[in-house]
């Protein structure tokens, strides 16, 4: 296993000798749990202020989404996890100027969940054959932590992963992925991997076609395969997503 500085200058740097990637994005993450007395009402009324004051306010295009714990041990270590997406660094800087504002303060201790740890990231996208319009009420989301195989960089991750995911698209299924690298903040149960692997699918029937059809059918396909030799994954965990925002 790798132990790999987390900057922007080696994190380009594993993307040598591979298939081109599109620059990454930004995206942080806060895991919160509810205060006392507070329940996901209040919190989606909260939602709903802090949208109409991003309206006003935000330069950044940010989108956002809570997750909330489906399939994990265990379930009540947390009440939600908060990923906000920009399009690079710079965005990044100025939300967080925004936000951390002397006139933003009412709102920003008026939220009504305590987050215990936060971190930002850099991802991946690879090719996704649905719109963040397709996404139900309530989508799944996977997390996996990954390690490189000996020789392979991220560039060579990138190709494999888009390598099965057009495989799944030939055979009728939606999904999106992307290779996430933490940063700044991120605890060390996540820093001792050299990526997190996402997926996400429009609807949990979605999801369950498409692991059916990988047993099934693209198991032992090349694209799998190729996964194989590039990286391994343990820890999958699952979350349902819900969109707050979204900007595209």
């Known amino acids: ?17 591979s298939q081109e990637a599109p620059d990454p994005i930004r995206a942080e993450y806060f895991t919160c749990s509810l205060n006392a007395g507070k329940d996901m009402d209040d919190m989606m009324k909260w939602v709903e202020k802090w949208n109409r004051w991003m309206d006003a306010t935000d330069e950044t295009n940010y989108t956002a989404a809570m997750l909330f714990p489906r399939y994990r041990t265990p379930t009540t270590e947390f009440d939600l996890i908060w990923v906000g997406h920009v399009k690079n660094s710079e965005m990044l800087g100025k939300g967080n100027d925004n936000w951390l504002s002397a006139s933003n303060r009412s709102l920003r201790e008026s939220i009504p969940v305590t987050c215990g740890e936060s971190f930002n990231a850099y991802q991946w996208v690879a090719v996704s054959n649905f719109s963040p319009s397709d996404l139900s009420d309530s989508y799944p989301v996977s997390y996996r932590y990954c390690d490189l195989k000996e020789g392979k960089n991220l560039g060579d991750a990138y190709a494999a992963l888009s390598g099965i995911q057009e495989a799944h698209h030939a055979s009728g299924m939606k999904s999106g992925a992307r ?70």
């Open 1 to 17: 296993m790798k132990h790999l500085f987390i900057t922007f200058t080696l994190v380009s740097s594993l993307f040598v000798s």
């Open 179 to 248: 290779i996430i690298r933490p940063s700044n903040g991120a605890p060390s149960d996540l820093t001792k991997y050299d990526f997190v692997l996402s997926y996400a699918n429009p609807t949990w029937a979605d999801w369950g076609r498409l692991v059916d059809n990988y047993w099934g059918n693209l198991n032992d396909s090349e694209a799998a395969n190729q996964v194989r030799e590039t990286y391994s994954c343990e820890g999958s965990r699952m979350y349902a997503g819900t969109v707050i925002r979204n900007n595209n």
